[in-house]
């Protein structure tokens, strides 16, 4: 596959029935984003306190081959006491490093004292299912918790992890296994619009085959079975022992329905669960750094992760 494709927007390839949009990702790679500010350099010029951040491209070795890996630190702020290893959403079929979701999200945290370690992971693009995106994601844990001092400037107790969309599904899911293995969990669990069920839209009903979330939540299951997998939909399965947890909703996300469930089952159990709510919102807001709510949620994972440290 190749790194980057012709010119062609992400809006484009969601207009295509699911089977052509992973046959185009099959055969181009990823699609050219049209905005001309969003890369590195345009984010600093744009927002000067990223100026100080320094990153580092790394690789993971995982189960489905080394997979990218970016680290942010600013050393010129005051160290918030934790650390974040960030996933990024897409659909389990897109996404990469360079989106905003993950770059500008990461600059941001780091530019606030939060270190990140961005980290990527296998795309089910019809040949590829669960568990292989969350095994990789699984990897990028482990590797981060492994070296969390040299990496990350903290010791592994103060290790978050976190992601957005299909991310939050995939660090949920990665907190369940974690747990079930007897393995040690994260300090912390941040989600933003998560989806955590078959249908986002509809967590606790019977899934309506024929919606476009069904559609890309079958394609991520890889069979109709899986998809009562409660590690491949942690919205399904017991929240009994999770960490912390902040879960971020949009006002106008069709997926809000979804991890507004997950944040009052974690309540119900008696597990600490924060939820905030962006008004004027929608899905993937904070890959648009332009989107005024998408600083108001980054200042919300900021402000939680110092109250959690401070106590």
Request: charged share 15%; hydrophobic share 55%.
């Given at each position: 596959m190749s790194e980057t494709a012709p010119p062609e927007t992400v809006a484009d390839l969601r207009t295509?029935?699911?089977p052509d949009a992973l046959a185009w990702l099959r055969e181009h790679g990823k699609p050219v984003d049209p905005r001309p500010d969003i890369d590195t350099a345009s984010l600093r010029r744009r927002f000067p306190h990223l100026a100080h951040v320094r990153t580092r491209d790394l690789a993971v070795e995982a189960p489905s081959g080394r997979q990218p890996a970016r680290l942010y630190r600013d050393d010129t702020v005051p160290h918030a006491g934790a650390a974040l290893v960030w996933v990024h959403g897409g659909g389990f079929i897109g996404g990469h490093?360079?989106?905003?979701?993950?770059n500008w999200v990461a600059l941001e945290l780091a530019a606030r004292g939060i270190p990140?370690?961005?980290v990527d992971y296998v795309k089910c693009l019809g040949d590829v299912h669960f568990p292989a995106p969350s095994d990789d994601v699984?990897?990028?844990w482990r590797y981060a918790r492994a070296d969390s001092v040299e990496l990350l400037g903290v010791e592994p107790g103060a290790l978050l992890l976190g992601g957005a969309s299909a991310g939050g599904n995939l660090t949920a899911g990665a907190v369940a296994r974690l747990r079930d293995a007897g393995e040690a969990l994260p300090a912390g669990l941040v989600l933003v619009y998560p989806a955590l069920d078959p249908d986002g839209a509809r967590p606790g009903e019977a899934p309506d085959p024929e919606s476009p979330f069904m559609r890309l939540s079958l394609n991520f299951a890889?069979?109709?079975?899986?998809l009562h997998d409660p590690h491949a939909f942690p919205g399904l399965g017991s929240v009994g022992g999770f960490p912390p947890t902040l879960v971020v909703v949009c006002e106008q996300d069709r997926l809000r329905p979804s991890g507004e469930a997950f944040a009052r089952r974690l309540s119900a159990a008696g597990r600490e669960a924060a939820l905030h709510l962006e008004p004027d919102a929608d899905h993937a807001h904070i890959n648009e750094p332009a989107h005024p709510g998408a600083i108001r949620t980054l200042t919300?994972?900021?402000e939680w992760t110092s109250r959690r440290r401070a106590r």
């Open positions: 295509l029935p699911l490093l360079d989106m905003p979701e993950s990140v370690l961005a699984l990897a990028a890889g069979s109709p079975d899986a919300a994972i900021t």
